[in-house]
């Protein structure tokens, strides 16, 4: 059974920093790319992050490059998501992913599991 478990999110004041945190069973964790996305009210699902197979590459959107980091903890099968300086725009609900074909997708429709999202607040 491939399950995402997430944590981390909260309210936090726009500036401020936030870590999330996805705990992957270990299958996926070994194999799959692992990716996390974010949804706001009446928008569509974005990409913000994917860490691909064996963790070889990152990448990021715009919105978020050089604020967000994605990482792995190899010994807690858990992937984070490092978010800094955070503005209102950042406010979303978050979903880590993985991707059997472990390769570096944007896409939602790529990937073939999902946690069940952790909602981050920035105010203003």
């Known amino acids: 059974q491939v399950q995402l478990v997430e944590s981390g999110g909260g309210l936090v004041q726009a500036g401020g920093s936030l870590r999330l945190s996805c705990e992957v069973s270990?299958?996926?964790?070994?194999?799959?790319?692992l990716g996390w996305f974010r949804q706001a009210p009446g928008k569509e699902r974005e990409f913000v992050a994917v860490s691909t197979w064996r963790d070889v590459n990152h990448e990021y959107s715009d919105a978020v490059k050089g604020r967000f980091t994605i990482s792995r903890d190899n010994a807690k099968n858990t992937l984070y998501l490092q978010m800094n300086s955070l503005y209102p725009e950042d406010t979303a609900t978050y979903y880590c992913a993985a991707d059997v074909l472990g390769v570096s997708s944007t896409n939602a429709a790529d990937y073939d599991y999902w946690g069940q999202g952790t909602q981050v607040t920035v105010s203003s």
């Open positions: 270990e299958r996926a964790f070994n194999n799959y790319a």
